[in-house]
């Protein structure tokens, strides 16, 4: 038997899960479980409150009766599906993208991510993001070993005075370059953005991109909310060969069908590119699933024939125009989303109860995170507290803002609307 082990606690996990993480889905859900207001009406996470439509659910029911389809794909992806999104991309592209070398299918966007980060980050190698960022971003580059390094967007002087447009939240290109360093390897840029609603427009692309010519370095564009604009979008992979030997443009088939739950997704890229994200991919789960990658390749062959795409930009866009106008009758201003189906709401004028029974849990938290306490008590409406996308050192920038989901069904945007007209009695001009 051996004897003098010098593991003393094998419970003891690694470094990089122990770190206490501030889970903002779990104050939510406490909130929603405490509020005396039932059902809460979750506007809070980014999930559809509605099915794909029904030529994507009838591809995957008839894809689950084929054998082929149930069992494992190959790790780069599904062949029709690689061509199908060869096909829906390549006219942005302005060439035809290679199926084989220049696409490879992950398992949603999120695993995508990591698997560019695991191919091309190594330990002290530096990461700029955009903030605020989406939260996901932070754990897969330091799982990678990377070292993140934040540039605020900054939000519009005006935004808690007036309704302004999400295009008003900046960059500052001298502060973008100032945070590189010789060791800076990648830089991620989220358009349309995830909580703003930006468009990153041409004019900014170009001047992103070309620092990153500039100073060689690689782009992750997450750009999962491609099909969701309402003004000109540009993808920066395109904006010209240089620009696009550095990027890879990361897809979500959740997103673009309404099916955030089929953890589908992809990444374009220069095969020199792709080939080490296909290996990090391999190695982290080998392949996706099967039956929902024939559906969604079947969903991009069909989606022009059921003018899918032009509909799915109108609908969110409704839905949009539709839920925003209770912040015009309550005179909250909000920032106008240009993309994706977010809507940061600038709450100052909210005045909260000096003796609102906040749980001590809250009662120290930024602003934001009490006013989504006091939300989900008061009204029964659930919304995300966005200094949880920044660093401490930027949170201020966001204390008074709540982002709201719009991708609900139209009912229960309706019934959110009658309930935040309770705030009209908190609201101090």
Known sequence: MATGSTNKDPWRPAQRVARPQKDIWSHVNNAAALSPIKPIINMGQGFYGYNPPQFVIDAAKEALNRVDCNQYA?????????????????????????????????TGANEGMLSAFMAFIEEGDEVILFEPFFDQYIGNIELAGGTIKYVPLHPPARGDTEITSAAEWSVDMAELEQAITPRTRMIVLNTPHNPVGKVFSRTELEAIGNLCVKHNILILADEVYDRLYFVPFTRIGTLSPEIARLTLTVGSAGKTFYATGWRVGWLIG????????????????????????????IGFEQAEANNFWN?????????????NQVWRDLGLPFSDPEGGYFV???????????????PDSIKNERRDYQLSWFLMQEVGVAAI??????????????????RFAVC??????????????????????
Do not use: W
């Not at 509909?311 to 839920?323: L, Q």
């Open 74 to 106: 190959p790790t780069k992806g599904r062949p029709r599906l690689k061509q199908a999104l060869s096909d829906a991309y390549s006219p942005f592209f302005g060439r035809q993208l290679d199926p084989n070398t220049e696409i490879t299918i992950t």
């Open 270 to 297: 220069p095969s020199e590119l792709i080939q080490y994200v296909s290996a990090a991919h391999t190695l982290i789960c080998y392949c996706s699933v099967s039956p929902l990658q024939e559906a969604a390749a």
């Open 311 to 323: 509909e799915s930009k109108r609908d969110m866009k409704g839905k949009m125009n539709r839920f």
């Open 344 to 358: 940061l709401v600038n709450m100052k004028k909210v005045r909260l109860p000096e003796d609102f029974p906040f």
């Open 385 to 402: 507290p966005p200094t949880a996308f920044y660093t401490p050192e930027k949170a201020h920038l966001a204390e008074d803002y709540l």
């Open 408 to 429: 609900k069904t139209d009912d229960i945007l309706e019934t959110a609307k009658e309930r935040l007209m309770g705030l009209k009695k908190y609201i101090q001009e």
